[in-house]
Nanobody, 124 residues
Framework: QVQLVESGGGLVQAGGSLRLSCAAS????????MGWFRQAPGKEREFVAA????????YYADSVRGRFTISRDNAKNTVYLQMNSLKPEDTAVYYC?????????????????WGRGTQVTVSS
């Protein structure tokens, strides 16, 4: 089982930027797809972005496409989420997830391991 630890959350004003990091351990990081999800208070956890374990292709939710960028540094066993042009509706706990596959996926059920989350708060 892979262990995932998120970091980089915090408070930022609308229009600002933030970069989240997810450090992974416990398996060969470069072989597997990674994803980011988020959950606002009282709402369901939703897909944000994913990156594959092969060539590094990525996929984004419509709500963040063009503003967020997912990337990975396999030498550091770390995946990142660069968040630009942040909006108050981006406020949520952000979770990193790992999937036992090379291919990206957008559903919670497709991922096998989860971090504990990091809070992102965007003020208006």
């Amino acid at each position: 089982q892979v262990q995932l630890v998120e970091s980089g959350g915090g408070l930022v004003q609308a229009g600002g930027s933030l970069r989240l990091s997810c450090a992974a351990s416990g398996r060969i990081f470069s072989s597997y797809a990674m994803g980011w999800f988020r959950q606002a208070p009282g709402k369901e956890r939703e897909f944000v972005a994913a990156i594959n374990g092969g060539a590094g292709g990525s996929y984004y939710a419509d709500s963040v496409r063009g503003r967020f960028t997912i990337s990975r540094d396999n030498a550091k066993n770390t995946v990142y989420l660069q968040m630009n042009s942040l909006k108050p509706e981006d406020t949520a706990v952000y979770y990193c997830a790992a999937r036992n596959s090379y291919a990206v996926a957008t559903t919670r059920q497709a991922y096998n391991d989860w971090g504990r989350g990091t809070q992102v708060t965007v003020s208006s």
